[in-house]
């Protein structure tokens, strides 16, 4: 009998990873660095989808071939230790290619779980000001 397979709901301790790589080789094994602390796989998932999106993106702005150029110098993202479940870029990439995005897909500043700590810190200063 086969083992049915259910991705999991809630993170790990500290949050889904996500990956981002470099695709022109220019970090060490291509990692340009990790974002953890993604409170759901979907987010996760999600998040790299838009980064992806977002640099096939700035890629197009060139006005040569997006895909090529994108192999070639943009970044692809993937969730760290999330198996089959973790999205990937390369079944979507000649969609990606063929029409432009909108701005919501290409937000992945929004889903960012460092823009929560940042927002965190930022409240704190205003706080320290409030109390001179």
């Not at 070639?72 to 230790?81: L, N, P, R, S």
């Not at 919501?104 to 205003?126: F, I, K, N, Q, V």
Request: proline share 5%.
């Amino acid at each position: 009998m086969s083992e049915i397979h259910i991705p999991e709901l809630f993170a790990p301790e500290g949050g889904w990873c996500v990956r981002i790589l470099d695709l022109s080789g220019g970090a060490e094994e291509g990692i340009v660095e990790e974002i953890k602390g993604f409170p759901t796989l979907m987010q996760a998932n999600e998040f790299a989808r838009r980064y992806v999106r977002d640099s096939i993106e700035l890629c197009r702005a060139s006005g040569a071939d997006v895909l090529e150029l994108w192999r070639a110098f943009g970044e692809d993202a993937h969730v760290i230790d999330a198996g089959d479940d973790t999205w990937r870029a390369e079944p979507e990439l000649s969609s990606f290619a063929a029409r432009p995005a909108t701005r919501s897909e290409r937000d992945w500043r929004a889903l960012d779980p460092r823009s929560e700590d940042e927002a965190d810190e930022d409240e704190g200063d205003e706080d320290e000001g409030d109390e001179e």
